[in-house]
């Protein structure tokens, strides 16, 4: 069997034992106190792993395009566009992101005096994260599209490409293969992040693994937490890496 | 037929002026070749032509058609539906190819053809594979540029520009980007071409070549045509005391 399947295979039975057990609430496996207040731990922080699931996949899904937007309006024609979107940036790369977390959740009130419901925080957190996110995918893409040499456009200008079709056909493929490493970074960056969303009281993972943590006056529920963080970006390392190898089929 | 007509062409880049006063007409099936020391203005020539750059002054004309005229002492332009149409009258190949990574060898010569031209498939496919015969790397079409030779990326290039069906083919310093031995492949290629009758006119630095293939010969200098006429009179007999210096020096 291939290294790396094999190396994959583990991660995501890593991944599995926990929601196997979480699933038919095991909470006695062995006699062992130790591996059973593991395993306790575990199921306790169940609820936490999705909602930390939830914002990162909701993250990607909606900062990925919107970064791709912010990098047009970046490169736009119209200078105060571009001003705009090079504040919006530089705001978004410039504060902490818990700072914009609390922002995004708390302005509602403060602007419309919207009473805060608890189920926005959840949509706070995603907005929040989205909107930073985006900025950084954004300067990502704007390299990429970068890298792209200028020949190409003039090549595809000669053969009368429209611009549209040499953006579609010609730019984004090859900007995608470029921004793969750094796209990367990003991601597993984001599932370590999705614990800032503390600051808005929004309750994912490391949340309860520190309430568990203060209860049981032992760092062990924090070290499970970080387990799972590893694995799950040993998983996304994984993956992105093998979707670079199937983009490099043209380099030499 | 005059197949392109350039009268008193200017073009300044900020403070530099490249192109002077230029004008040149090619006719159908006449061969032209541009010589000159670098900074003479040649490839801004030919990015003029083909409406890569924008001319500051003078008209432009393809197939009595017309792109640009002067009014004023300004070049102004056509609309962008004729120009589009108009841009299928010519190709351009560079001095580095520029051919599309990502896509395979048969994949560059027929995407334009299938999607800007509209033309059918199967029909642009046979016309690919036969250029590609001719071109002698049938067997690389489904190779992609990286793996191939800069000769053999040239010639690519070059099947690239002719099925578009071209009335009047440029190039750019072809062979610059290239060793000797890769050099005669290409002129190889030009040489056909020539003997085929095909419209072409060419930016080079190959004395040889020129004196060789070319119907007529145009020497340029500091933005000015300063000599041009057969390749026996241009090369052989130079008038020009710049152009006897130049032909001097390239020629040992």
């Given at each position: 069997m291939n290294k790396k399947v094999f190396i994959a295979a583990v991660v995501i039975f890593v991944l599995l034992v926990p929601a196997v057990l979480i699933s038919f609430n095991?909470?006695?496996?062995?006699?062992n106190e130790v591996l059973d207040n593991i395993v306790s731990i575990m199921n306790r922080l169940s609820n936490g792993i999705w909602s930390s699931l939830i914002l990162f996949g909701l993250t990607l899904l909606f900062s990925m395009p919107i970064g791709l937007l912010v990098t047009f309006a970046r490169r736009s024609r119209f200078k105060v566009v571009e001003m705009i979107t090079k504040f919006y940036i530089s705001v978004m790369r410039g504060t902490p992101l818990m700072l914009q977390l609390i922002v995004v959740y708390f302005a509602p009130y403060y602007l419309f005096k919207i009473p805060l419901s608890s189920d926005y925080r959840f949509y706070a957190a995603v907005i929040g994260f989205s909107l930073n996110y985006a900025a950084y995918f954004a300067e990502i893409y704007r390299s990429g599209i970068e890298a792209v040499p200028k020949g190409h456009y003039e090549a595809a200008k000669v053969l009368g490409y429209s611009r549209r079709q040499t953006f579609m056909k010609i730019v984004f493929p090859q900007m995608v293969r470029h921004v793969l490493p750094p796209v990367t970074n990003e991601v597993i960056t984001l599932v370590k992040d999705t614990s800032l969303a503390y600051a808005i009281a929004y309750v994912e993972m490391f949340t309860l693994a520190k309430q568990i943590a203060a209860a049981q006056s032992s760092i062990l529920a924090l070290f499970v937490a970080g387990i799972f963080y590893y694995f799950f970006n040993l998983l996304v390392a994984f993956v992105m890496g093998r979707i670079e190898n199937k983009m490099n089929y043209y380099t030499a | 037929m005059k197949l392109l007509e350039i009268n008193n062409i200017k073009k300044t880049f900020d403070d530099l002026e490249v192109l002077k006063d230029i004008s040149i007409s090619v006719e159908q099936g006449e061969v032209v070749s541009i010589l000159g020391p670098?900074?003479?203005?040649k490839s801004t020539l030919l990015r003029c032509a083909t409406l890569l750059e924008t001319m500051d002054a003078g008209s432009l004309y393809y197939c009595g058609e017309t792109v640009a005229e002067n009014v004023d002492g300004k070049s102004v332009y056509v609309g962008k539906h004729d120009i589009k149409r108009i841009q299928g009258y010519f190709g351009l190949v560079f001095q580095n190819f520029?051919?599309?990574?990502?896509?395979?060898v048969l994949k560059n010569i027929i995407d334009a053809p299938i999607h800007?031209?509209?033309?059918?498939k199967k029909e642009v496919e046979k016309e690919a594979m036969k250029l590609l015969e001719q071109m002698g790397i049938?067997?690389?079409?489904?190779?992609?540029?990286?793996?191939?030779?800069g000769g053999q990326q040239q010639r690519v290039a070059i099947a690239r520009a002719l099925a578009m069906n071209p009335k009047i083919l440029f190039f750019d310093?072809?062979?610059?980007?290239?060793?000797p031995e890769l050099t005669s492949e290409i002129l190889k290629v030009l040489r056909m071409l020539a003997a085929e009758k095909m419209t072409m006119v060419i930016v080079t630095h190959e004395i040889d070549f020129a004196r060789n293939v070319s119907d007529r010969v145009i020497f340029m200098d500091e933005g000015y045509i300063i000599e041009q006429g057969a390749p026996q009179d241009v090369?052989?007999?130079?008038?020009n005391d710049r152009v006897r210096a130049f032909l001097a020096k390239v020629q040992g």
């Open positions: 095991i909470t006695k496996v062995t006699g | 670098s900074g003479s203005g520029n051919l599309f990574p990502h896509y395979s800007v031209q509209k033309r059918n049938a067997d690389k079409k489904d190779y992609y540029p990286c793996m191939l030779s310093e072809p062979t610059s980007a290239l060793d090369i052989d007999n130079p008038k």
